[in-house]
Nanobody, 120 residues
Framework: QVQLVESGGGLVQAGGSLRLSCVVYGRVNRVYAMEWYRQTPGNQQRELVASITRGGVATYEDFAKDRFTISRDNAKKMAFLQMSSLKSEDTAVYYC?????????????WGQGTQVTVSS
């Protein structure tokens, strides 16, 4: 089985920073693209925040550019999201998604999410 586990969320004041982590556990041969999504209060859908390829090429949604940095450690099967200059509108549950390959094939898995609350 494969499991993604996020951590690092919490309560932070506006203007502050947080670093989210995501680790991939289980039957894993290789992790390809990893992404961070978020679901803000009152929204049914998750929105993409940033993504990073296995080779380290990162892309960001406009709201995340210049404030958030996605990175990864392939050896540890981890991804990170460094968030700075946080705003109240960044309050959301943040989810990690990874494309994981094992002997059964390649598919995408989601983590359970970590809550980020930014107080103004």
């Amino acid at each position: 089985q494969v499991q993604l586990v996020e951590s690092g969320g919490g309560l932070v004041q506006a203007g502050g920073s947080l670093r989210l982590s995501c680790v991939v556990y289980g039957r894993v041969n290789r992790v390809y693209a990893m992404e961070w999504y978020r679901q803000t209060p009152g929204n049914q859908q998750r929105e993409l925040v940033a993504s990073i390829t296995r080779g380290g090429v990162a892309t960001y949604e406009d709201f995340a550019k210049d404030r958030f940095t996605i990175s990864r450690d392939n050896a540890k099967k981890m991804a990170f999201l460094q968030m700075s200059s946080l705003k109240s509108e960044d309050t959301a549950v943040y989810y990690c998604k990874g494309a994981v390959a094992n002997e059964f094939g390649t598919r995408e898995y989601w983590g359970q999410g970590t809550q980020v609350t930014v107080s103004s």
